[in-house]
């Protein structure tokens, strides 16, 4: 499905068209089925408060129109369970930081503090995009660890250049 299609599909009332689109998507099949998971992917990232209740209808009615992904492929079996918990997630932080706080650099943290692996930082991330990552990360969180949604307050910055690299030029 293309993008172009995507966009019609979320703009559409009507249930007919709807039913037409999936059946489209259900006649092409995989890649077809990808594109449009893909594309509620990206709508999930970029969606603000004012998309809340229009994404909420969007996404129920997929799963009505698409109640077996896994017929496209056994790795979709959760994939509705999925974006919906993204979705709950990032509408609970996009109630919890008022839009006048919302602006400048924020990042992800993924930490344990009882293991021995490296923190994983997602940094330089707008707030719609990190309240999506922190909604993501939420649904394979192991025990004792930490999930950070982070302002970035305070930020120094630079890039290094060749000319004062120790390592030789490859």
């Not at 709950?88 to 293991?115: C, F, H, M």
């Amino acid at each position: 499905m293309s993008e172009s299609a995507f966009l019609h599909y979320m703009r559409t009332e009507s249930e007919e068209l709807e039913q037409t689109y999936s059946e489209r998507i259900a006649q092409e099949g995989y890649f077809s089925f990808y594109r449009f998971i893909e594309d509620f992917r990206t709508e999930l990232k970029t969606y603000g408060d004012d998309r809340i209740a229009t994404i909420d209808r969007k996404l129920s009615r997929a799963r009505e129109l698409f109640p077996e992904p896994q017929r496209f492929s056994p790795s979709w079996n959760a994939v509705w369970d999925e974006l919906e918990l993204i979705f709950v997630i990032k509408n609970d932080v996009l109630a919890a930081i008022p839009l006048t706080g919302r602006d400048g650099e924020w990042q992800i943290l993924l930490d344990n503090p009882y293991s021995h692996q490296q923190v994983v930082c997602y940094p330089g991330l707008s707030f719609l995009e990190a309240a999506y990552l922190y909604g993501y990360f939420q649904r394979e969180l192991k025990p004792n660890e930490v999930l950070r949604l982070q302002k970035v307050s305070d930020l120094l910055s630079v890039n290094g250049s060749k000319s004062a690299s120790l390592l030789p030029e490859a």
